[in-house]
């Protein structure tokens, strides 16, 4: 019988305003007290809330008092106020006046101000349009953490061992494939996993393993169509094996079933595919050798689901480890660093892989390294 060993470890996966301090000049110097605070300079148009103190002209007390000036939106409007040029710098450049209403250019044309409400001279342009800047921007928003990996979920899927051992007939590169009978026989190794069954994961894994090699029907190769002698990733999404008789079929398949099927995802893996050009049934590149598989990737499974590795042999013979070895001879078996592998492979488990009848059998050996929630 075939010899299967599995592992698990659980791994869990963590406003600011700016005012002139300039001093104020003599309002009734450059305002007047009879033109300044006159009906026409600060009372109709730009006096404090329509209509500073006609007697005091520009000054603080009567004419631009901030609390009374250019303080709301009305009386800070600069552009009417303002523009009068004897009274209007005190009616209009109040210490907030100017600044609510954007100081424009038409405001505080005269020279003097109001309780420092803009730079004698500038209107208090340039004070009253930059006091009140835009608002601060609100701070970024980091992404979405991301979701935590729990390796837990593979359940005994993660660490398996599985070894397909050579009977005691052997020759040349063949061997017996142990348990097969009657022709052909399909060796499964199942895997059940955790999770909530509402929920489709992303289980990513590692396989490494030394096994014979398939050309398979259809389906998409990660690899696309490189050789099997440069890219050690066999991976196949979809697709089937040969029809029954059709050239490369007697060669072994190994397969990876999801269930229940993920929609918009293979219910079906194959681990071992080379291109049509390297049909090992044909091509001198794969005719009866083992090649190494050595890859990471990712599939979608259902929580509660299952994962079934079936090694399928239609002729009870299978392919010895023997390397690129010429001729009638197996001397050159392949071996694979699995060192990096968390859980560790057992123990009693050594390379390349024997059984003491002496012949070199194929194995495989899975890592999973995360399983989320999919996005």
């Known amino acids: 019988m075939k010899s299967l060993r599995f592992v698990l470890f659980g791994s869990a996966a963590a406003l600011s305003f700016g005012c002139s301090d300039s001093a104020p ?67 209009g450049s109040s210490s907030t006046g100017g600044q609510s ?45 991301g979701a935590m990996s729990d390796t837990t979920l593979a359940g005994t899927f993660d660490g398996a061992l599985i070894t397909y051992p050579c ?52 389906g998409t190769r990660d690899a696309g169509n490189a050789s099997v002698l440069t890219n050690p990733d066999l991976f196949l999404r979809g697709g089937a094996a040969q029809p029954n008789g059709a050239s490369g079929y007697d060669y072994d398949v190994y397969q990876l079933d999801v269930t229940p099927p993920v929609s918009g995802s293979p219910a079906t893996y194959f681990l071992n595919s080379v291109t049509s050009a390297e049909n090992p049934h044909s091509s001198n590149t794969t005719l009866h050798l083992t090649f190494p598989i ?44 699995i060192s990096d592998a968390m859980p560790a492979a057992p123990a009693s488990f050594s390379q390349p892989y024997q059984m003491p009848m002496g012949a070199y059998g194929q194995w495989l050996f899975f890592d999973v390294k995360s399983v989320v929630p999919a996005k």
């Open 25 to 91: 000049t003599d309002g009734a110097a450059l305002g007047g007290a009879s033109s300044g605070g006159s009906s026409q300079g600060g009372a109709s148009l730009g006096g404090a809330s329509q209509g500073g103190a006609l007697a005091s002209g520009g000054t603080v007390a009567s004419g631009g008092a901030p609390g009374a000036g250019g303080a709301n939106a009305a009386g800070g409007a600069v552009s009417s106020g303002g523009a009068i040029g004897s009274g209007g710098a005190a009616a």
């Open 101 to 145: 209403a954007g100081g424009a250019a038409q405001g505080g044309a005269a020279g003097n101000t109001s309780s420092g409400g803009g730079k004698a001279g500038s209107g208090g342009a340039a004070q009253g349009g930059n006091s009140s800047g835009g608002a601060a921007g609100a701070p970024g928003s980091g992404g979405a953490a």
């Open 167 to 218: 009977g005691t007939g052997h020759g040349g590169f063949d061997c017996d494939n142990v348990g097969c009978t009657n022709g052909q026989v399909t060796h499964s190794s199942k895997f059940t996993l955790g999770g909530d069954a509402s929920t489709v994961y992303e289980l990513t894994f590692h396989v490494y393993g030394v096994v014979e090699v398939y050309n398979y029907v259809g």
């Open 294 to 337: 050595d890859y990471t990737k990712t599939i979608r499974v259902q929580g509660g689901g299952a994962i079934t590795v079936k090694q399928f042999d239609s002729n009870c013979k299978s392919v010895m480890n023997c390397g690129k070895t010429a001729g009638n001879s197996c001397a050159a078996p392949r071996s694979i660093p």
